[in-house]
């Protein structure tokens, strides 16, 4: 095998670019508060978004997926990486360059979030006609008439009669008010969308209907997602390149059907062989993981999974494996694999 860059290109030109992203948390102690440590949420993930495609982040709770998606946008600052948005440097921590708050504010119309818990990121204080053009009016892009008529529009198209638009959010079920974050997440016409776990609040007949509703928009109108999730089966159908991430890491990368048919990595292939199998004549052997997931401010040297792993040998304990190519388009990052 050959060692491979860790970005496999697109076929059309990247809409979104990382490269080397880390976001560590500082850990404060003492009688001082002095920092002690630090949890190293995300270390060192590069991928590339091309247009119009859905992009996959999936891993255990706790493998920094959500911390990935607030640091492109600038939700939480960097500690290191360069993010690239449509041609446009939106930050190189390395060397010092930051797209300046006026221009961040402008380009973050294009750039738009869908949070998990829709409850929670609701304001319970306004109507869902406020939470959807509230943007829009920040920006100066509308009259408060003009607003309110595009969030009429906006809420139609994801499945809220435009009658409800006085109500608050306490008054319509989880699904519903999802279907409101997405409509307010649509108000600038974004063209890229990260879906920060949109359906684990969910039930999972709901779940189906809120999938159908962003596919949908999605070849509507032309927009391109990060979806970030837990469940595999989802991510399967739903995503078109797909990264497996633990402990702050990519440990495999490619398309939906290289690693469903063809996981390579020992974590991925655990992750597979969890899931239940739909035709009742499919036998799987479960791979049960040892240990629990290590502690991010202390993680394991070398690679971050020896301690679960039932290959693990010496060299996994003291190296750090490189992402290799298994296919074109498909890298993983296991030493097994130099030695197949």
């Known amino acids: 095998m050959n060692a491979k860059a860790e970005i496999p290109l697109p076929v059309k030109p990247a809409l979104l670019q990382v490269e080397n992203l880390k976001k560590h948390f500082p850990i404060f102690g003492g009688v001082f508060s002095r920092q002690i440590g630090s949890v190293k949420a995300v270390e060192g993930v590069s991928f590339s978004i091309a247009e119009g495609e859905t992009y996959g982040l999936v891993g255990e709770s706790g493998c920094g997926k959500s911390t990935v998606g607030r640091t492109i946008l600038s939700l939480i600052s960097p500690t290191a990486g360069r993010v690239t948005f449509n041609d446009t440097l939106l930050y190189d921590v390395e060397d010092n360059k930051y797209l300046p708050g006026r221009d961040m504010r402008v380009l973050r119309r294009d750039m ?20 959807v053009s509230e943007g829009l009016l920040a920006h100066r892009l509308a009259t408060t008439r003009e607003a309110m008529l595009q969030a009429e529009e906006l809420l139609e198209l994801c499945g809220i009669s435009s009658q409800n638009i006085n109500r608050y959010p306490h008054e319509f079920s989880g699904g ?34 809120i999938l159908t509703l962003m596919q949908d928009l999605k070849d509507r109108l032309n927009l391109t997602y990060l979806f970030i999730s837990h469940d595999l089966g989802v991510v399967r159908y739903f995503c078109d390149l797909i990264a497996v991430m633990y402990l702050g890491s990519f440990v495999e990368t490619g398309s939906s059907e290289q690693l469903f048919k063809n996981p390579v990595h020992p974590y991925t292939q655990a992750l597979l062989s969890a899931m239940p199998a739909l035709d009742s004549g499919m036998t799987r052997s479960r791979i049960i993981l040892k240990g629990t997931v290590p502690n991010p401010a202390n993680a394991p040297s070398g690679c971050r999974f020896h301690t679960r792993c039932i290959h693990s040998e010496q060299r996994c304990r003291e190296d750090a494996p490189q992402m290799q190519e298994v296919e074109p388009g498909h890298l993983a990052a296991c030493h097994l694999l130099a030695s197949s």
């Open 112 to 131: 738009q979030i869908i949070f998990q818990d829709p409850f929670a990121s609701l304001d319970p204080r306004m109507t869902i006609g406020s939470i």
């Open 176 to 209: 519903q008010r999802q279907r409101i974050s997405i409509a307010r997440a649509l108000a600038f016409h974004p063209k890229f969308v990260i879906c920060d776990e949109p359906i684990a609040a969910l039930d999972v007949s709901i779940q189906a209907q």
